[in-house]
Nanobody
Framework: QVQLVESGGGLVQPGGSSRLSCAAS????????MGWYRQTPGKQRELVAS???????NYAASVKGRFTISRDNAKNTVYLQMNSLKPEDTAIYYC?????????WGQGTQVTVSS
């Protein structure tokens, strides 16, 4: 099992940047596909970015070129660097760890993009 704790959310101005962190405990994240998802009220949770065990990345079209996912297996932490933030990026962001068919989730961190 792995436990995930997100941090780094908050209020950011449009055009600004923020970095989310997902600290894992329990198992090493090196065996997991790691991802960041987001959810807004009334909408389904959507994939923002993912990174495989060999660091191949995948991004939603809406964030490609603005967000960067990375992993530091030695620190058991995954990051999401968010640049050029837009109001539509406002959401609760969740960290996810996937191993075969077992998925683990963090509690989420709120990101609000507003002036």
């Amino acid at each position: 099992q792995v436990q995930l704790v997100e941090s780094g959310g908050g209020l950011v101005q449009p055009g600004g940047s923020s970095r989310l962190s997902c600290a894992a405990s329990g198992n090493s994240i090196s065996i997991y596909i790691m991802g960041w998802y987001r959810q807004t009220p009334g909408k389904q949770r959507e994939l923002v970015a993912s990174i495989t065990t060999n660091s191949t990345t995948n991004y939603a079209a809406s964030v490609k070129g603005r967000f960067t996912i990375s992993r530091d297996n030695a620190k058991n932490t995954v990051y999401l660097q968010m640049n050029s933030l837009k109001p539509e990026d406002t959401a609760i962001y969740y960290c996810n760890a996937l191993f075969i068919f077992k998925a683990y989730w963090g509690q989420g961190t709120q990101v609000t993009v507003s002036s």
